[in-house]
């Protein structure tokens, strides 16, 4: 049984270098596919955003780059090629120490099977042989002699024979413990030269992996300097990028010799500089840089101004009667061509993950360039009914002719695609912002545009998108209508129809205010003014105090004390508003179980 486990203990060792031999092959094949990958673009695919930018990077970073890749791919490929020669020599000489540790265990089993053969006899020999073969066996083996008792009683029937085979077998174990001994010295001087071969391969890992270390220091000092340049100047971010793509050679040799911990770090680094410097960045784009400006005050900039044009073009024009119709462009539409177009500009190319003075000027003008506010007046001669008191109770009806000034507004946009048209974009400027306005980014760009996050409730940031409308075409036709009616709760169902609450049944469609609020109530889900109410919940209004709702809109979010509001029909527009919580003109609220 001991030169079993001692064998085993050899085949072992002999099994364990073998398998370093093949990690050491199958690392090095993994390194040779990783890095034809890289020289082929694998890791930044044509027409992505990295790519773009890579082609605009500065030399300084290129450089620090190269360098990067020279002592990654040099120390990379010393350690795989030191490694596998290690491994392939300590094979070659336990193969020949295990040949040479058989040779005795052979010439063993030879002499004692003629030595057994001459002092037992012919057939004695015969008989014995298992049962000594037996003993060189694994434990289970023995069960044979038990259930072969015949053999057992033919032995017993010759004693004196027994006892020259006994002998004999004597001394074949002693030759035998002497092979084992022979066996065991050889498979521990096989072993400690497996132990030497493995002390030998790790220093020469850990060298290899001290000159990754220091490449990477080296790379990652590089990529710091490009981020501290980012926060002054847009071209440094962007020139990180190359230096992203250009090292990634460099990478892959370091993870192969273990550096893999530098390495992470200065990826996610790259990967953060990369983005920022894509049109990507324009989903970091909700905070502070330092100018005191966010994409979030640029846009209600915008608002506003868009506000004002409308109030200037009815104020300015005098009119008795006000028709406004048409839709403003969807601000995600906006901000995408916008952070597409800055990016890639080939004169100018620049970050927008930050908002200064002049980006908000390339906003507006881009802004403009999908809306437009139309105007015509005509004046319509009619016959009006007027119904007058007689003084007795009778009403009397009077025809009249008068001649009445119809202003018309109409809003009109161009879409995302339209105006990649206009400006005359790639095919990979086309895919960039088509990736931007992918339903999975809804979250981020309500996130960006109005600050709210996924638990805030869906419906109000489809009702934020639709601010800036007029005349309510899209709802009111929507609901089933042929011509204009008082679509403040036409909207507040398009909403909900648009994120499938009606179909659902968490609000109901509904065109009359009273219809609306009525069904919260029957369903227990109604509050009153007081109420301090939560995004996404539906806010109804009774201007004249008498019980009666006329109005209603949705709530966009409360904060110290007033109530914000997006409104369908208010002044004819979808238009954000503010309230006290308990004003007076709150009826109450409806409290969707969403």
Same mark, same amino acid.
């Given at each position: 049984m001991g030169k079993g486990i001692k064998t085993r203990v050899a085949q072992k060792g002999i099994k364990a270098i073998d398998k370093a031999a093949v990690a050491s092959e199958r690392m090095k094949e993994a390194y040779i596919r990783t890095k034809d990958k890289a020289e082929h673009g694998l890791y930044a695919e044509e027409g992505s955003p990295g790519e773009y930018a890579s082609d605009r990077v500065s030399s300084n970073v290129d450089s620090a780059a190269h360098e990067a890749v020279y002592q990654f791919d040099k120390q990379g490929r010393k350690g795989v090629k030191t490694t596998k020669e290690n491994i392939s020599k300590v094979k070659e000489n336990l193969q020949k120490r295990k040949a040479a540790a058989e040779q005795p265990k052979k010439q063993a089993e030879k002499r004692a099977a003629q030595q057994t053969g001459q002092r037992a006899g012919p057939h004695t020999v015969d008989r014995l042989s298992e049962p000594v073969k037996t003993v060189r066996q694994e434990p289970g083996t023995v069960k044979t002699l038990d259930r072969s008792r015949k053999s057992i009683k033919t032995v017993d029937r010759s004693r004196k024979t027994i006892k020259q085979a006994s002998s004999t077998a004597k001394g074949t174990v002693k030759t035998t413990s002497k092979s084992i001994k022979t066996a065991e010295k050889t498979a521990k001087a096989s072993i400690k030269t497996t132990q030497q071969a493995a002390k030998t391969a790790q220093r020469t890992a850990q060298a290899t992996a001290r000159a990754a270390r220091a490449a990477a220091h080296a790379a990652?000092? &590089? #990529?710091?300097? @490009?981020?501290? =340049? +980012?926060?002054? /100047?847009?071209?440094?971010?962007?020139?990180? *990028?190359?230096?992203? !793509? &250009? #090292?990634?050679? @460099?990478?892959? =040799? +370091?993870?192969? /010799?273990?550096?893999w911990v530098?390495?992470? *770090?200065?990826?996610? !680094?790259?990967?953060?500089?990369?983005?920022?410097?894509?049109?990507?960045?324009?989903?970091?784009?909700?905070?502070?840089?330092?100018?005191?400006?966010?994409?979030?005050?640029?846009?209600?900039?915008?608002?506003?101004?868009?506000?004002?044009?409308?109030?200037?073009?009815?104020?300015?024009h005098t009119h008795d009667v006000l028709e406004m119709s048409g839709s403003r462009a969807v601000w995600k539409e906006v901000l995408a061509?916008?952070?597409?177009?800055?990016?890639?500009?080939?004169?100018?190319?620049?970050?927008?993950?930050?908002?200064?003075?002049?980006?908000?000027?390339?906003?507006?003008?881009?802004?403009?360039?999908?809306?437009?506010?139309?105007?015509?007046?005509?004046?319509k001669t009619e016959t009006v009914i007027e119904e007058t008191d007689d003084g007795n109770g009778n009403i009397v009806e009077t025809e009249t002719t008068v001649t009445r000034t119809y202003l018309y507004i109409t809003i009109s946009h161009k879409t995302a695609e339209e105006m990649a048209d206009q400006y005359g974009f790639n095919e990979d400027q086309r895919e960039q912002m088509a990736e931007l306005l992918a339903d999975e980014n809804n979250s981020l760009w309500s996130q960006v545009l109005y600050g709210i996050t996924e638990g805030d409730g869906e419906i109000v940031t489809v009702a934020l998108s639709q601010v800036g409308n007029v005349g309510g075409e899209p709802y009111w036709s929507w609901y089933g209508f042929g011509s204009r009616v008082e679509w403040c709760a036409c909207f507040v169902s398009w909403c909900a129809n648009e994120c499938g609450y009606i179909e659902a049944g968490v609000i109901p469609k509904f065109a009359g205010c009273v219809q609306g609020s009525q069904w919260f109530k029957d369903r227990g889900l109604w509050q009153d003014r007081n109420f301090?109410?939560?995004?996404?919940?539906?806010?109804?209004?009774?201007?004249?105090?008498?019980?009666?709702?006329?109005?209603?809109?949705?709530?966009?979010?409360?904060?110290?004390?007033?109530?914000?509001?997006?409104?369908?029909n208010s002044g004819d527009a979808c238009r954000q508003n503010s309230y006290s919580i308990g004003s007076s003109v709150i009826y109450g609220y409806g409290c969707p179980a969403y």
């Open positions: 990652r000092t &590089a #990529a710091r300097a @490009a981020a501290t =340049a +980012a926060r002054v /100047a847009v071209k440094a971010t962007i020139a990180a *990028v190359k230096a992203i !793509i &250009a #090292a990634t050679k @460099a990478l892959v =040799a +370091a993870i192969a /010799a273990g550096g530098a390495v992470l *770090v200065i990826v996610v !680094i790259c990967l953060i500089g990369m983005i920022l410097g894509s049109c990507f960045g324009i989903f970091f784009s909700g905070e502070d840089s330092g100018t005191g400006q966010t994409i979030r005050t640029a846009v209600q900039e915008v608002n506003t101004e868009y506000e004002e044009r409308l109030e200037e073009t009815k104020t300015s061509v916008y952070a597409v177009k800055t990016t890639t500009d080939p004169n100018n190319a620049q970050e927008v993950a930050t908002m200064d003075d002049s980006k908000k000027q390339l906003l507006k003008d881009i802004f403009w360039e999908m809306n437009e506010i139309s105007f015509r007046t005509e004046s301090e109410p939560s995004a996404g919940q539906i806010i109804f209004f009774d201007w004249e105090g008498d019980g009666v709702t006329d109005h209603v809109g949705i709530v966009e979010r409360v904060e110290n004390g007033t109530v914000y509001t997006v409104e369908g």
